[in-house]
């Protein structure tokens, strides 16, 4: 069984969590980020969502709270139908720029390309967010469709060594 206190990324790969983990979740990601390593979050949505969080940072934070340092944090905004992506590193405040926000509907084709998810996220819908450590950025994607890339604001990868899920998303597998 994962335990939260155990998460290995390798296991992320190749092993159903036997007991969804609660949100809110934070967990240790064994030896750190490195390039080519994924996260895979699946979950459902649940009833009346306000916004759920993903975020990867350094350390384990104090209690509930994250570290300093966060690598990344994917928010997604319900009401507002809109994901916001940003870093901050250290402790005097951000580094680096936020994100605009981006609709989570699928906006008509871009020059023959369309850029977000097919899908609509709403109340009670299933999803899969994977996120993928590439040299210069993360990569994340909404149930095998690119939703965005996001340039690395920490350079030292294996630092980044905690996973928090939190808001409005039951998670029913870590992969």
Avoid at 160 to 168: E, F, N, P, R, S
């Amino acid at each position: 069984m994962l335990q939260q206190s155990q998460m290995s990324p390798d296991t992320f790969r190749t092993s159903p969590v036997e007991q969804a983990p609660a949100v809110p979740f934070s967990g240790h990601i064994n030896e750190g980020l490195r390039v080519g390593k994924r996260l895979i979050v699946v979950g459902v949505v649940e009833p009346r969502p306000d916004r759920f969080y993903i975020l990867l940072s350094c350390g384990p934070g104090l209690g509930q709270r994250p570290p300093s340092d966060v690598a990344l944090e994917l928010c997604v905004l319900m009401k507002e139908s809109q994901v916001l992506c940003r870093a901050c590193v250290g402790a005097l405040g951000r580094s680096g720029e936020d994100r605009p926000l981006l609709p989570l509907h699928r906006p008509p084709a871009v020059q023959g390309r369309n850029l977000l998810p097919k899908k609509n996220i709403s109340a009670l819908s299933s999803l899969q967010i994977e996120i993928s450590c590439q040299q210069s950025q993360f990569q994340i994607f909404v149930d095998g469709q690119q939703l965005l890339s996001f340039g690395h604001r920490v350079p030292r990868l294996q630092e980044i060594d905690t996973l928090w899920i939190a808001g409005a998303l039951r998670i029913t597998k870590l992969g």
